[in-house]
Nanobody
Framework: QVQLVESGGGLVQPGGSLRLSCAASGSTFGIYAMGWYRQAPGKQRELVATLTSGGSTNYADSVKGRFTNARDNAKNTVSLQMNSLKPEATAVYYC?????????WGQGTQVTVSS
């Protein structure tokens, strides 16, 4: 069993920055990738960024150049640095841990970009 806990969400003005963190606990040995999804009101949940233990990264086109995903394998954590935030980035952001057998989701953290 794996538990994921997100932190760092909040209210930020357009153009501002936030850093989200996700800590994994439990049986984390089998985690080979972690990343972030987000779901805005009335929208489908979408992939934001992923980072494997080998360092491979993937970003949604909408966040490339502005968001940076980093993973600390020893600490079983991932961080999402979000810069130049736009109002359309407002969503609940979910941490995700990918294992061979299954994936795990965090409970989500709210990010609101508004003046």
């Amino acid at each position: 069993q794996v538990q994921l806990v997100e932190s760092g969400g909040g209210l930020v003005q357009p153009g501002g920055s936030l850093r989200l963190s996700c800590a994994a606990s439990g049986s984390t040995f089998g985690i080979y990738a972690m990343g972030w999804y987000r779901q805005a009101p009335g929208k489908q949940r979408e992939l934001v960024a992923t980072l494997t233990s080998g360092g491979s990264t993937n970003y949604a086109d909408s966040v490339k150049g502005r968001f940076t995903n980093a993973r600390d394998n020893a600490k079983n954590t991932v961080s999402l640095q979000m810069n130049s935030l736009k109002p359309e980035a407002t969503a609940v952001y979910y941490c995700y841990a990918n294992m061979v057998t299954r994936g795990y989701w965090g409970q989500g953290t709210q990010v609101t970009v508004s003046s």
